[in-house]
Structure formats: structure tokens, C-alpha cells
Nanobody, 115 residues
Framework: QVQLVESGGGLVQPGGSLRLSCAASGSIFSSYTMGWYRQAPGKQRELVASITSGGSTSNYAGSVKGRFTISRDDAKNTVYLQMNSLKPEDTAVYYC????????WGQGTQVTVSS
């Protein structure tokens, strides 16, 4: 079993920044992928960003490329999502995930971008 604990969501004005964190604990594999999905009201969950072991490969949704940066600290089994130049359309619940032999999900953290 793997447990994921997220933090860092909140309310921010358009153009502002937030940093999300997700710490994994439990039966952690040496090779795994972590990342973030988000789900806005009335919309499907979508992949925001992902990063592989050692940070060798990262992927981003087109809508966040150039504004969001995903990183990880393997020593802490933690992944971060730095979100800059936030827009109202970034408003959603953000879910961290861990994927090795199966998927695990965090509880979700609300990000609201509004003036």
C-alpha cells in the first residue's frame, strides 16, 4: 500500500502562483511515476503533469506548458507542482497520483483562481 498526502492548494488571484506538494509513504518502489491530474466542476479529470523516476522525463498538458513545472525529490518520495501565471480556468481539484504496479491517488486539494 502507498499513501499520498497533498498540500498547498488554496485561493489565488489570476496571475498568481501556488506550489502543490505530494508526499508518498508506504511500500514505495524504486521505479515509479508520480504526477497530477485535475478535475473542474462538470468536466472530466485530466492529466496536468507527470514525472518519472529520477526526474528524467516529464510531461505536461498543453494548457499548462510553460506555466507549470513538476519536480520531485526521490529522497523524500515527494513530488511538487509549481504553478505560475494562474488563470481562472486552472480552478479545479488537483489530485496527486503514484503509479508503479498499480495506481494510488491522493485525497485532492482545491485550487481556486479568482479575483
Amino acid at each position: 500500500q502507498v499513501q499520498l498526502v497533498e498540500s498547498g492548494g488554496g485561493l489565488v488571484q489570476p496571475g498568481g502562483s501556488l506550489r502543490l506538494s505530494c508526499a508518498a509513504s508506504g511500500s514505495i518502489f524504486s521505479s515509479y511515476t508520480m504526477g497530477w491530474y485535475r478535475q473542474a466542476p462538470g468536466k472530466q479529470r485530466e492529466l496536468v503533469a507527470s514525472i518519472t523516476s529520477g526526474g528524467s522525463t516529464s510531461n505536461y498538458a498543453g494548457s499548462v506548458k510553460g506555466r507549470f513545472t513538476i519536480s520531485r525529490d526521490d529522497a523524500k518520495n515527494t513530488v511538487y507542482l509549481q504553478m505560475n501565471s494562474l488563470k481562472p480556468e486552472d480552478t479545479a481539484v488537483y489530485y496527486c497520483y503514484y503509479r508503479a504496479t498499480r495506481w494510488y491517488w491522493g485525497q485532492g486539494t482545491q485550487v481556486t483562481v479568482s479575483s
